[in-house]
């Protein structure tokens, strides 16, 4: 089945900084790849997707890549602040198949972005 | 809209006890979902209903029922609370495409 694996574990950058997570899946038949942003206490928020027909999608001072070849993805926050300090997950999935759409979960990676 | 709310926020069973979770959503989504979240481990599917009226095992679904109560509402039950069980529970849903919404949570502890 598919596997997701989400690199690193935690991160510590300083206010301005970049920040870049990565994932890479193993099943090839993937197409959905989204980012959840979960702040302490509450639940996962979607905050960026992409679908294996596309490269790059940026939504301000985020940006998804995939690269289909290598099977993986990454999340880049351009001018990290710290209401960015937070627990990242990246998903895949197969779409839909019989009514369920099952989503992958990396194991997350706890973001700390210091004034 | 308040999205996909969940009762209670936190709760301490004994060992051998029961509860349900509850979970609804005013987004008229077909799909709903319940994951747990355990450190180190991101979430791992419980129960999914595709539909009103349809129910099916995800991937950890051991010592758990669900029951789809109508369109709005999908909530999950804990017979018998094991200590293994100790975790943070979501539910989602999701309506046409693969996005899913998610729920505050529910942080349960059992003893």
């Known amino acids: 089945g598919e596997n997701v694996e989400q690199h690193p574990s935690t991160l510590s950058v300083q206010e301005g900084d970049s920040a870049v997570i990565k994932c890479t899946y193993s099943?090839?038949?993937?197409?959905?790849f989204p980012w959840y942003k979960q702040e302490l206490g509450k639940g996962p928020q979607l905050i960026i997707d992409?679908?294996?027909?596309?490269g790059e999608k940026k939504d301000q001072r985020i940006a998804v890549t995939l690269n289909k070849t290598a099977k993986h993805f990454s999340l880049h926050i351009t001018e990290t602040q710290p209401e960015d300090s937070a627990v990242y997950f990246c998903?895949?999935?197969?779409?839909?198949?019989?009514?369920?759409?099952?989503?992958?979960f990396g194991a997350g990676t706890r973001l700390a972005v210091h004034p | 809209n308040a999205g996909v709310t969940q009762t209670p926020k936190f709760q301490v069973l004994k060992t051998g006890q029961s509860m349900t979770l509850q979970c609804a959503q005013d987004m008229n989504h077909n799909s709903m979902y319940w994951y747990r979240q355990d450190p180190g481990m991101g979430l791992r599917l419980i129960y999914y209903?595709?539909?009103?009226?349809?129910?099916d095992k995800g991937e950890v679904p051991n010592g758990y029922n669900v029951s789809r109560l109508n369109k709005r509402e999908f909530s999950l039950r804990l017979e018998s609370a094991a200590p293994s069980q100790t975790s943070v529970y979501f539910c989602a849903s999701s309506e046409g495409g693969p996005e899913q919404f998610f729920g505050p949570g529910t942080r349960l502890t059992v003893l």
């Open positions: 099943d090839s038949a993937s197409n959905y």
């Open positions: 992409i679908r294996s027909n596309v």
């Open positions: 209903s595709a539909s009103e009226g349809t129910t």
């Open positions: 998903a895949a999935s197969m779409g839909i198949s019989g009514g369920y759409n099952k989503l992958i």
